[in-house]
Nanobody, 113 residues
């Protein structure tokens, strides 16, 4: 299984970005997809997760601003990020787990004016 995260970039506070996570292999559609982030000097933290059936959970820090979704038929997951704040600046990673964890390579999101 390989995951490819994309969509990061530089955005002003209050702006939006949509991250994508493209997966190879056949297990994507039957596994929970997670998005994590790691800010400079901090530990990696869980941002959101979505089950194969579409049940989503979020970290308190992003509730109401971020939306996780997935398209199982296209083996792709998304993280829509709205009303971005400087503290959202981090490298964002997608992950699925099938006994072992498969991580995407990370995509950098910078929120700055």
């Amino acid at each position: 299984v390989q995951l490819q995260a994309s969509g990061g970039g530089l955005v002003q506070p209050g702006g939006s970005l949509r991250l994508s996570c493209a997966a190879s292999g056949s297990i994507f559609s039957i596994k929970t997809l997670y998005w994590y982030r790691q800010a400079p000097g901090k530990q990696r933290e869980l941002v959101a997760g979505i089950t194969p059936g579409g049940y989503a959970t979020y970290a308190d820090s992003v509730k109401g601003r971020f939306t996780i979704s997935r398209h199982n038929g296209e083996n792709t997951g998304y993280l829509q990020m709205d009303n971005l704040r400087p503290e959202d600046t981090a490298v964002y990673y997608c992950k699925i787990t099938d006994g072992i964890a498969y991580w995407g390579q990370g995509t950098l999101v910078t929120v700055s004016s």
